[in-house]
T-cell receptor, first 118, second 115 residues
Framework: AQKVTQAQTEISVVEKEDVTLDCVYE???????LFWYKQPPSGELVFLIR??????QNEISGRYSWNFQKSTSSFNFTITASQVVDSAVYLC???????????????FGGGTRVLVKP | DGGITQSPKYLFRKEGQNVTLSCEQN?????MYWYRQDPGQGLRLIYY???????QKGDIAEGYSVSREKKESFPLTVTSAQKNPTAFYLC??????????????FGEGSRLTVL
């Protein structure tokens, strides 16, 4: 069985501060995907990034960056110079690809609510 | 525009009533999913379907039912047997197999409140 843990339930920062969201996962599969989604107050999940288990290269996209470390089973997400529009719930998720019958079922963490104050 | 449409956005129900949430997609995806979200608990899988006329239970299927008569549609019925139905419900879709890379595409959600 898969498990994703986001230990931080809520983080509050002042605009322009950096914020790092932790994500730790558990799986026995060697092939898997990790995801981050943003959920603004409207409720819809917005896809941010997908990383497969064979690609440990860190990625940067604008003010967003991700640090994937298989040795610690972590896939952390950093927002640099946060803005009020970054206020949302951020969800980390895992899918395993070894079971095609299971489709693309995602296992989600509990989410971290980020509040960026002006 | 291609996407997933959920309706209604807000729904109120009296205890003991069944209610059906609609989910329609025009992305030509084979697989569709229903997730439930409670505060602080992330998303939990209720049911999923990989192909028309077939579906499987997820982690919390008790008290729910689904149908998949058309590729585009995957309605969810919250029955009176569901003990705590008040929640936010999200529908998603994805390609299957080699064409899929694990990413799910989500609708805007339906918020159900039981009075």
């Amino acid at each position: 069985a898969q498990k994703v843990t986001q230990a931080q339930t809520e983080i509050s920062v002042v605009e322009k501060e950096d914020v790092t969201l932790d994500c730790v996962y558990e799986t026995r599969d060697t092939t898997y995907y990790l995801f981050w989604y943003k959920q603004p107050p409207s409720g819809e999940l917005v896809f941010l990034i997908r990383r497969n288990s064979f690609d440990e290269q860190n990625e940067i996209s604008g003010r967003y960056s991700w640090n994937f470390q298989k040795s610690t089973s972590s896939f952390n997400f950093t927002i640099t110079a946060s803005q009020v529009v970054d206020s949302a719930v951020y969800l980390c998720a895992l899918s395993v690809t070894g079971d095609q019958a299971a489709g693309n079922k995602l296992t989600f963490g509990g989410g971290t609510r980020v509040l960026v104050k002006p | 525009d291609g996407g997933i449409t959920q309706s209604p956005k807000y729904l109120f129900r009296k205890e003991g009533q069944n209610v059906t949430l609609s989910c329609e997609q025009n992305l030509n995806h084979d697989a569709m999913y229903w997730y439930r979200q409670d505060p602080g608990q992330g998303l939990r899988l209720i049911y999923y379907s990989q192909i028309v006329n077939d579906f499987q239970k997820g982690d919390i299927a008790e008290g729910y039912s689904v149908s998949r008569e058309k590729k585009e549609s995957f309605p969810l019925t919250v029955t009176s047997a569901q003990k705590n139905p008040t929640a936010f419900y999200l529908c998603a879709s994805s390609p299957v197999g080699r064409s899929g890379t694990g990413e799910l595409f989500f609708g805007e959600g339906s918020r159900l409140t039981v009075l």
